[in-house]
């Protein structure tokens, strides 16, 4: 099924106005053809976890040492629901998920692969997680991503949509890949 939609006509951008097409106008180029958007149901899950890290390249207060309460955002889209009437179980993706993140990032020092403090801090035997950047929430953001994608968790014709690290009450990094905005 298609939808019919008008197309705007206007020789100044700024007063566009939308006409409504009457019938004789439908093939005259007033009107075009584009695809039926499906139906889309959405969830979205969030863990919170707390690390530290530093920006090693950066020249502001985030190249010291410090650490911050994070929570990730996970958006999963489908366009049908399962049996359950779920796009899926909550837990049996916020289990798995939350195992991981409490078993690599949380109460871990988070680090760019050449952050000259690394060997000593692992020579203590503290938990770190090595990124070969800086690790900042859109670094986060999109590892997060590809681990979610290559887990094998995610059941037919559901989709990761975003994820997106808080790592301050008003910072967030974004990560969604072919989107312009979230």
């Keep these: 099924m298609q939808v019919l939609l008008p197309i705007i006509r206007c020789k100044h951008p700024a007063r566009i106005k ?13 009107l075009q053809n584009i695809p039926q958007i499906p139906n ?13 890290h530093r920006l090693i390249h950066h020249l502001g207060k985030c190249r010291n040492l410090h650490g911050h309460s994070g929570e990730a955002v996970l958006e999963f889209t489908a366009e049908n629901l399962n049996h359950n ?19 690599n990032w949380d109460h871990a020092f988070l680090a760019n692969a050449q952050d000259p403090l690394l060997p000593y801090i692992q020579s203590e035997g503290l938990k770190c997680f090595i990124f070969p950047h800086e690790p900042t929430a859109e ?12 887990s094998g968790l995610l ?6 949509l975003s ?6 009450c008003s910072g ?11």
Excluded: C
Excluded at 40 to 52: P, S, V
Excluded at 155 to 160: E, K, N
């Design 172 to 182: 967030i990094g974004y990560y969604a890949p072919n989107l312009i905005t979230p």
């Design 40 to 52: 889309m149901y959405k969830i979205i899950t969030k863990i919170q976890y707390e690390y530290a």
């Design 85 to 103: 009437g779920f796009v899926m179980d909550f837990g049996d993706i916020k289990t798995p998920l939350k195992a991981w993140i409490n078993a």
């Design 18 to 30: 939308i006409k409504k097409p009457n019938r004789s106008q439908i093939g005259n180029g007033y």
């Design 155 to 160: 059941p037919t014709g559901v989709r990761l």
């Design 139 to 150: 670094v986060m953001a999109h590892y997060l991503y590809q681990h979610v994608n290559q």
């Design 163 to 168: 994820v997106s690290i808080q790592e301050t």
